[in-house]
């Protein structure tokens, strides 16, 4: 009995290990090529509002509580959401803005704290552009545990790819 109890904890103690041994930081990106320039493109993801036409997560929640401050789009536009366990709870804002580049911090209230740095980069492919969509940030332990459980970059990346393909079909149909 005592052998299987050490055992189970041997079990434990290497599982910690090696789930800390992950890295302390997380990245997850997708692209896909946009018919249009950048400049029709930006208006969509530098305008929180105009974010009910493509973003995947606006759908979560029927009844989802925005609140829309600071600029109308651009550097100093935010966007705060409250709504059901699957839209949780949080705040976006743009820090940064370039023909190149509109960069995002995004912070998680629910159904977990966390801060990550969110951008979409414009890279002119002929008359189109490829829309690069990233998030990254610190992973503490517990996003270790759940990117050892699961595997988060399908998960989350599925809603970028089907992101990515609404914001195409905003741009290229609008």
């Known amino acids: 009995m005592i052998f299987g109890i ?3 904890l041997a079990a ?3 599982f910690i290990a090696f789930v800390n041994s992950k890295p302390n930081t997380f990245q997850l990106e997708r692209s896909i090529l946009i018919d249009a320039p950048p400049a029709k493109i930006r208006p969509l993801i530098e305008n929180f509002r105009r974010w009910t036409a493509w973003s995947p997560w ?3 929640d029927p009844d989802l509580q925005r609140t829309y401050s600071g600029a109308d789009e ?3 536009a935010a966007y705060a959401w409250q709504g059901n366990g699957k839209a949780g709870a949080g705040r976006m804002e743009i820090t940064g803005s370039t023909p190149e580049q509109t960069a995002l911090s995004l912070d998680f209230l ?4 966390a801060s990550n740095i969110t951008e979409f980069s414009y ?6 552009t490829r829309v690069n969509w990233r998030m990254s940030g610190p992973q503490p332990f517990i996003g270790k545990l759940m990117h050892t459980v699961f595997n988060m970059d399908k998960l989350v990346g599925k809603d ?3 992101g990515l393909a609404a914001l ?3 741009v290229e149909e609008g």
């Open 110 to 113: 629910k159904p977990f704290k």
């Open 160 to 162: 970028f790819e089907a």
């Open 168 to 170: 195409k079909r905003a």
């Open 12 to 14: 434990l103690v290497a």
């Open 123 to 128: 890279l002119p492919e002929g008359p189109a």
């Open 6 to 8: 050490l055992i189970v």
């Open 74 to 76: 651009g550097v100093g």
């Open 58 to 60: 606006e759908k979560l």
